[in-house]
């Protein structure tokens, strides 16, 4: 069965850094294309960037660009997010998920990792 399992996450101060990952299994992760997601208390889950099968294409939503970098490793079943410069906004519950090749959308989901950011 598809998982997808989210660690790295943490509490560091404004200006820091952080690198999630995103453990795949239960699919052949190479052939998909991977996105991330957060969702911060009291707001609504919102997108942070994605990243084509072979990393050949990468989006980012406009609050993160030249901030935060998605990468992938298909060999290892594994995707990231390096978060730079970390503001307090950043503070969410951040989840990374599998997009459907077919509907464009993602249909499954991490549980999720807890990234505090400290001003």
């Known amino acids: 069965q598809v998982q997808l399992v989210e660690s790295g996450g943490g509490l560091v101060q404004a200006g820091g850094s952080l690198t999630l990952s995103c453990a795949a299994s239960?699919?052949?992760?190479?052939?998909?294309?991977m996105g991330w997601f957060r969702q911060a208390p009291g707001k609504e889950r919102e997108f942070v960037g994605s990243?084509?099968?072979?990393?050949?294409?990468?989006d980012y939503a406009d609050s993160v660009k030249v901030r935060f970098t998605i990468s992938r490793d298909n060999a290892k079943k594994t995707l990231y997010l390096q978060m730079n410069s970390l503001k307090a906004e950043d503070t969410a519950v951040y989840y990374c998920?599998?997009?459907?090749?077919?509907?464009?959308?993602?249909?499954?989901w991490g549980q999720g990792t807890q990234v505090t950011v400290s001003s």
């Open positions: 990243i084509t099968s072979r990393s050949i294409n990468t």
């Open positions: 239960g699919f052949t992760f190479g052939t998909y294309g």
């Open positions: 998920a599998r997009r459907n090749p077919v509907s464009g959308s993602y249909d499954y």
